[in-house]
């Protein structure tokens, strides 16, 4: 998933050039920059992993949608551990843990594929966990590693690899994991019952060689974080999302309201993910295998990359409240179709919601802190927590699927995206009358 990290850029930042001078942090930057690239490549695995695990163990959609459930679950239920354990630790330290509990988590795929659905579900939320403490401890440095000045343009740049890691996970998934001769559940109840086991062995055995790769390369990541020379960071406003006894930074409404569109932007951007493969898979879709399905999955997220940059130019002239609603409804339009249509048209109108999420994370984020003053940072905290809705949303849709069928039940994220299309319009009403004002 793209644009998750608590500290998003703003559009604006890409009009700021990088350092030409030079920068004694640049070798800390890069690891930073690669850290973006993993745990946005790691995320957008799940996608893969989904379709993959389902076949295996026979699941139905709701099962299935426990990958993400523990996945996302692990930033809700982490991200305040992970404060305390990063204000006692410091910030470098806290980096190297969490690249070290994400590197467990990826190793543990390996007894996973031996023992069953379970022991994966634990994997992930370890993973998750480490990729929680890691943005926590990680984000800070970027702001640090060069001059002031250009603060946001090394946040743009480092955002960029995240959605690059997004848009190649699929893609490298589909290769590496998925068979391009997946049987279907009916082709695997008709043969016998030790072939069965041969072949759920054989396909589980697959995530083996991918996921000890990225174990491996996120330990050599802590080792390189553990000796990098960083400056030291000192916030006095950690960000925790507490409140006040006059109700703190709850108390303004158009953060509620942005904490709940961020609740649903995750879930519906996540969800559509998780069940893309699968549903180019139908008959009256695309009939693709998951491996081809995967490649197109590619497609979603890259969208969502290229988004940003005409989201960036658009932005200059119109406000960011407009410029949400429109997306907003584009995506409903061509959920819709998605939902309602057959083919091509179907397809292609799925994959084509990720170029209008491109915008909605950092806009939503900034929309709802926008006049927080000193409950900015608060703010900030709760709309991380609200990246949980990741977890819940997908859940949910599994629900609709596994009793309406899985085309129907895309109109779960219509729903979400249509509150997102609501926020915009306030805000843009709010602005008007300020402006009026």
């Known amino acids: 998933m793209q644009s998750t990290s608590p500290n998003p850029a703003p559009p604006a930042a890409l009009a700021q050039p990088l350092e030409s001078e030079h920068n004694p942090h640049t070798g800390a930057l890069v690891i930073v920059t690669i850290l973006f690239f993993m745990w946005g490549l790691l995320t957008s695995l799940n996608d893969v992993l989904i379709p993959h695990l389902k076949s295996i163990y026979s699941l139905t959609y709701l099962q299935a949608m426990l990958v993400q459930f523990c996945f996302f679950g692990a930033y809700f239920i982490v991200s305040l551990p992970a404060g305390a354990l990063i204000r006692k630790i410091g910030y470098q330290n806290g980096a190297v843990a969490g690249l070290t509990i994400a590197a467990a988590g990826c190793a543990l795929f390996y007894p996973a594929s031996k023992g069953g659905y379970g022991l994966f579900l634990f994997a992930l939320f370890v993973l998750a966990s480490g990729i929680t403490i890691l943005q926590v401890a990680a984000n800070p440095f970027v702001t640090v590693l060069g001059p002031a000045r250009t603060a946001s343009s090394r946040l743009t740049l480092t955002q960029a690899f995240n959605s690059l890691g997004t848009t190649v996970a699929p893609a490298l998934g589909g290769i590496l994991i998925l068979s391009a001769v997946a049987l279907s559940a009916d082709q695997l109840a008709a043969l016998p019952a030790a072939e069965q086991a041969a072949y759920k062995a054989q396909e589980a055995a697959a995530v083996q060689g991918p996921y000890l790769g990225l174990a491996a390369a996120l330990a ?8 990098a020379r960083l400056p030291k960071i000192d916030h006095a406003d950690d960000g925790t999302p507490a409140v006040d006894g006059k109700g703190g930074a709850m108390a303004y409404r158009h953060l509620v309201l942005g904490a ?6 995750v879930g519906a951007e996540v969800s559509i993910g998780s069940f893309l493969i699968n549903f180019l898979g139908e008959g009256n879709i695309a009939g693709l295998s998951h491996a081809d399905a995967a490649q ?7 969208g969502a990359l290229v988004g940003r940059f005409i989201g960036f130019a658009v932005m200059r002239y119109v406000s960011p409240g407009k410029t949400l609603a429109f997306n907003a409804l584009g995506s409903i339009v061509l959920v819709l179709a998605a939902t309602f249509g057959e083919g091509q048209l179907a397809m292609w109108a799925i994959i084509g919601v990720g170029l209008f999420n491109s915008i909605m994370f950092p806009t939503i984020f900034s929309m709802a802190l926008h006049g927080l003053g000193k409950f900015t940072g608060q703010g900030s905290g709760i709309l991380c927590m609200a990246i949980v809705g990741g ?4 859940f949910v849709q599994g629900m609709f699927a596994d009793t309406i069928g899985l085309q129907p039940s895309f109109m779960v994220p219509a729903v979400c ?3 997102i299309l609501y926020f915009g319009v306030k805000y843009a009403n709010l602005h008007k009358e300020k402006a009026a004002a």
């Not at 050599?220 to 000796?227: D, M, S, Y």
């Not at 709940?260 to 932007?265: G, P, S």
């Not at 977890?391 to 997908?394: G, K, M, R």
Request: charged residues 0%.
């Open 220 to 227: 050599i990541l802590a080792v390189l974080f553990a000796v």
């Open 391 to 394: 977890a819940v949303v997908p």
């Open 260 to 265: 709940v569109a961020i609740f649903l932007y």
């Open 296 to 302: 197109y999955v590619s497609l979603y997220w890259g």
């Open 417 to 419: 995206y249509l509150f």
